[in-house]
């Protein structure tokens, strides 16, 4: 996909995303502690089965499970070396799941180690952590590359120019933000937005972090600063973690929904869910937003 096949996409109107991946694997038994992106390759058919559901609920595009299949993060695991391998089976597996239906969206996110001086992390070993997954990601076939889920502008930065180095996929950028609009490891949301669109990227925005509910101002203030759209995924509410370790999140589908309109109606052009949606909340925001299919 080009860049300007994804603009002609977000001038049609809203546009769909997924909801969450990992909340939902947790539900279909996935232990606390174990590699996520192993896990999958490794019980496919629950992935599939999810973003079949997230597809026929009205998403335009899925995420590829391939959120924290980075160097950093596998070698954790002790699979640092199979980081082309899985990113590129990862990709595959989603295509396989949605056929033509939708697009499949390559996911990166934070590595979790703070860069220089704040931490060990330096700028140089960051861009070729994510150069060498977009790459594998950009080989394997996915229409876009999705960064998300990031900590401060900064890695940001960093994250979305190793894209643009390795390929010309369209590249939506996303951070967690407090309700005040503020990145937990630096920066804003609207330093966020001038900086990345300057920097090439298709659309910035909001997922993870907080419901709905708290995020209109943060939006208006993103769709304020942007000449891209603006992209709002957001948790299904505040979440209660039970004796189990297990959580529970706030809001239901329907009200989950009335407040993602708002979220539209504050200037975003592009949503989702994150943490705790299923496809039942998708279906409710393409009810909710008169989105067809």
């Known amino acids: 996909m080009t860049v300007g096949e994804f603009q002609a996409l977000t001038a049609e109107g809203v546009l769909l995303l997924d909801g969450a991946t990992g909340s939902n694997l947790r539900a279909a038994g ?25 597809a026929g609920a009205g998403s335009r595009i899925v995420y590829a499970p391939s959120f924290s299949a980075n160097r950093v993060s596998l070698e954790g695991f002790g699979l640092g070396d199979q980081v082309a391998v899985m990113n590129k089976a990862l990709v595959r597996l989603s295509k396989e799941a949605v056929g033509d239906r939708c697009l499949v969206a390559g996911d990166i996110t934070t590595t979790g180690k703070a860069l220089e001086p704040a931490g060990d992390m330096s700028i140089a070993r960051l861009f070729d952590v994510y150069c060498e997954q977009a ?4 080989e394997a076939g996915a229409d876009l590359i999705v960064a998300e889920t990031m900590l401060s502008v900064d890695e940001t930065t960093v994250a979305l120019d190793a894209v643009r180095s390795v390929c010309q996929l369209p590249v939506m950028c996303t951070l967690t933000l407090e309700a005040d609009g503020s990145a937990l490891w630096g920066g804003n949301g609207v330093e966020a937005v001038e900086t990345l669109q300057e920097l090439g990227a298709a659309a910035v925005g909001v997922n993870c972090s907080v419901g709905p509910d708290q995020l209109a ?22 979440p209660v ?3 189990q370790g297990r959580a529970h999140y706030s809001m239901g589908p ?3 929904a009335r407040h993602m309109r708002d979220l539209v ?16 909340y998708i279906r409710a925001m393409a009810e909710e937003l008169q989105i067809r299919s």
């Open 241 to 243: 973690i039970d004796d």
């Open 135 to 138: 790459a594998a990601l950009a």
């Open 30 to 54: 996935m232990p606390v502690g174990v590699c996520t992106e192993q896990w999958v390759l490794r019980h496919p058919a629950v992935l599939m089965d999810l973003q079949r559901s997230y």
């Open 265 to 280: 109606e504050a200037g975003a052009s592009i949503v989702g869910g994150c943490c705790g949606t299923t496809p039942e």
């Open 254 to 256: 329907a009200e989950f």
């Open 217 to 238: 101002a943060v939006i208006r203030s993103l769709r304020q600063a942007a000449r891209v759209p603006i992209i709002a995924k957001p948790n299904a509410g505040h």
